[in-house]
C-alpha cells in the first residue's frame, strides 16, 4: 500500500450482512481484494454518472433541435 493514500474505513449494517458477503464472493471469484474490488465499483459508478450526463445532453439537445424544426414547421 502506498504511504500516502487516504483510507476509509468502510462498516456493513450488520456481521453476515448480504451485501458484504456477496462483495467478497464476487472480490474472491475475480481474484482480487476487497479494497480493490471496492475501488473499482467506485470507478463504474462514476463512470456510469459521467456516461448519464452525456446521455442527458445528449437528449436535451435533440429536443431543441426538434422544438426548433417544430418552430419552422408552424410558421406560415
Known sequence: MKKDAQKFIV????ANDPLHVAAKKAAEGNHISL???ILQAIEEKLGRGKAMDK?????????RLQSISVLRIEKP
Open 55 to 63: 446521455v442527458i445532453e445528449a437528449a436535451q439537445e435533440a429536443l
Open 11 to 14: 462498516r456493513f449494517y450488520e
Open 35 to 37: 479494497n480493490s474490488f
